[in-house]
């Protein structure tokens, strides 16, 4: 069975600070997709990566970051210097060649930042 | 523009009353699927379809029945909720197996 655990339930941080939210996997196939969502306190569920387990490459865009380790089985996301806007719940989430194409979430981590 | 939309956004019943929750995409996926959101759970799978009459079970599908009629609609029925059924729900689209699902808005259930 494939799982996920994002073992933050809940981080603050002040306005400026870097942040780094754990998310680790498992699964016991070869093939598989990880993504990161973000729900903004609006409740919808925005997408901001997704990557496949053949590409380990770490992944910069802008103040957001992202590492893929295989050999930890951990998909680790970082803001660097934080805004209040940043303030959410993030999900992790897997996803592995099943018949359903089912996606495996995390139970999410409540980021709030503080002016 | 490309979207998913639910409706209602929000909805209070008694238990019992049966209701269905709508669920639309203009995008032309193949694959469907509905997710309840409870705190601490994240996003739970309850059914989902590979396309226009073919739908399976997800994780959490007691209580619920959902049927694709048609490739752009994925209506969720509830024949007699319960109060363990109020949740967050999200209706899902997309193209597999690489591709990110878009969601809709959410539709907040609360039955009494």
């Known amino acids: 069975a494939q799982k996920v655990t994002q073992a933050q339930t809940e981080i603050s941080v002040v306005e400026k600070e870097d942040v780094t939210l754990d998310c680790v996997y498992e699964?016991?196939?070869?093939?598989?997709?990880l993504f990161w969502y973000k729900q903004p306190p609006s409740g919808e569920l925005v997408f901001l990566i997704r990557?496949?387990?053949?590409?380990?490459q770490n992944e910069i865009s802008g103040r957001y970051s992202w590492n893929f380790q295989k050999s930890t089985s951990s998909f680790n996301f970082t803001i660097t210097a934080s805004q209040v806007v940043d303030s959410a719940v993030y999900f992790c989430?897997?996803?592995?060649?099943?018949?359903?194409?089912?996606?495996?979430f995390g139970g999410g981590t409540r980021l709030m930042v503080k002016p | 523009e490309a979207q998913v939309t639910q409706n209602p956004r929000y909805l209070i019943t008694v238990t019992g009353k049966k209701l269905t929750v709508t669920c639309s995409q203009n995008?032309?996926?193949?694959?469907m699927s509905w997710y309840r959101q409870d705190p601490g759970l994240g996003l739970r799978q309850i059914y989902y379809?590979?396309?226009?009459?073919?739908?399976d079970k997800g994780d959490v599908p007691e209580g619920y029945k959902v049927s694709r009629k048609e490739k752009r609609n994925f209506p969720l029925i509830l024949e007699s909720p319960s109060p363990n059924q109020t949740s967050l729900y999200f209706c899902?689209?997309?193209?597999?197996?690489?591709?990110?699902?878009?969601f809709g808005p959410g539709t907040r259930l609360t039955v009494l």
């Open positions: 989430a897997l996803r592995f060649n099943n018949a359903g194409n089912m996606l495996t």
């Open positions: 699964t016991r196939d070869t093939t598989y997709y």
């Open positions: 990557r496949n387990s053949f590409d380990e």
């Open positions: 995008m032309n996926h193949e694959y």
């Open positions: 379809s590979m396309n226009v009459e073919v739908t």
């Open positions: 899902a689209s997309w193209d597999p197996p690489y591709n990110e699902q878009f």
